[in-house]
């Protein structure tokens, strides 16, 4: 087992119609997404124990934080999602990690960032363990970090579409048990709608757990009935048919129309910093924006663009120049990918 580098890949995801419908408090839900680069990246190497100290060492790179940690006492106060996905998959006691954990999107991006990480290093912890484990079961591990160990407000959605990766309908039947379709296209509309797509960070992270908490109430305790939910379902729905039939301008007004509920939702889950990129993208002609996640006073902002590549890039370069900052994508036709260095 010691001198092994393992190695773990997860990619986010965008444009996801139906989103709050994969919670507790919804019952059934669905969701269409997309996985999409960037990914973020594990690598884990081992090494022989060496006296009584810890035996991991943790690099949270985007942090630029380094520190030890003892496996058979972990506290959650540095960053309670890495520790708490240790603390499940446990480190054998043959052998000392260091685990270095990396991604190209901003932190807080609703991209389902936190989501691939913990897919990421619940895979390459069970590879080290030499575990099997599904996309299923490591979506499933994946959610109970922040359900049980953290006692978090989270839906279902991020840790299938990273799992999975591809372009995906999520059907939830009832939480937290759901079923996933990959959607399969041509690779003419695959590209297509790589073409398209963009992915603007308003340049501040997600941090609107209050306002979500609002929402939760205001929905009350019949909130599987409540008819923004139930738009948000067949929204999904809709996307998924839209793309089957390579219907760009269609896809556009469910990505739209989506954002529109959210509003309805609560007001803050589509801030000001979002008007503003809506408003700008509407004088390029784009057919469609979508608030990632759920929304709230940061993260991200998927646009479907009209396909002239030109007026993208002007775009582009406008909210650039506004103080968004774009980030670079491709669709990710798979997901969670655990190899071995030889």
Avoid at 13 to 35: E, K, N, P
Avoid at 39 to 62: C, D, K
Avoid at 66 to 77: G, Q, R, S, V
Wanted: hydrophobic residues 40%.
């Amino acid at each position: 087992m010691n001198g092994r580098i393992i190695n773990a890949v997860a990619p986010t995801r965008v444009c996801d119609l139906g989103g709050w419908t994969d919670t507790w408090f919804a019952g059934h839900g669905a969701v269409f997404s997309i996985a999409i680069y960037p990914y973020v990246e594990v690598q884990i190497r081992t090494s022989s124990p060496v006296g009584a100290g810890p035996r991991v060492q943790l690099f949270v790179e985007n942090y630029g934080e380094t520190y030890a940690l003892d496996p058979e006492n972990i506290t959650y106060d540095k960053h309670p999602l890495i520790e708490a996905a240790i603390d499940l998959m446990k480190v054998p006691t043959t052998c000392s990690l260091a685990i270095n954990i990396y991604s190209e999107a901003p932190p807080g991006a609703s991209m389902g960032t936190s989501a691939a990480v913990s897919v990421a290093l619940v895979g390459a912890l069970a590879r080290l363990s030499g575990q099997h484990r599904t996309p299923h079961e490591i979506a499933q591990l994946a959610h109970s970090i922040e359900t049980e160990k953290l006692g978090m407000q989270c839906g279902i959605q991020d840790q299938l579409a990273s799992a999975y990766g591809g372009i995906n309908f999520i059907q939830m039947p009832a939480f937290p048990h759901a079923s996933v379709s990959a959607i399969q296209i041509p690779n003419n509309t695959w590209w297509e709608l790589e073409h398209r797509l963009a992915v603007v960070y308003i340049g501040s992270p997600h941090r609107s757990s209050e306002t979500h908490q609002k929402v939760i109430a205001d929905l009350g305790p019949d909130a599987c009935h409540d008819p923004r939910l139930e738009r948000l379902r067949e929204l999904a729905t809709a996307g998924k048919d839209a793309l089957y039939a390579g219907d760009f301008a269609a896809l556009g007004a469910y990505m739209t129309a989506n954002t529109e509920v959210q509003r309805k939702l609560h007001p803050a889950l589509v801030c000001r910093a979002f008007e503003n990129i809506i408003d700008i993208a509407s004088g390029f002609g784009v057919l469609g924006c979508k608030v990632n996640g759920a929304g709230g006073d940061g993260g991200s902002l998927t646009i479907l663009t009209d396909g002239d590549a030109a007026q993208k890039r002007r775009l582009l370069q406008t909210l650039t120049e506004k103080g968004f900052k774009p980030i670079p994508l491709y669709l990710s036709r798979q997901g969670l990918r655990v190899w071995e260095t030889p």
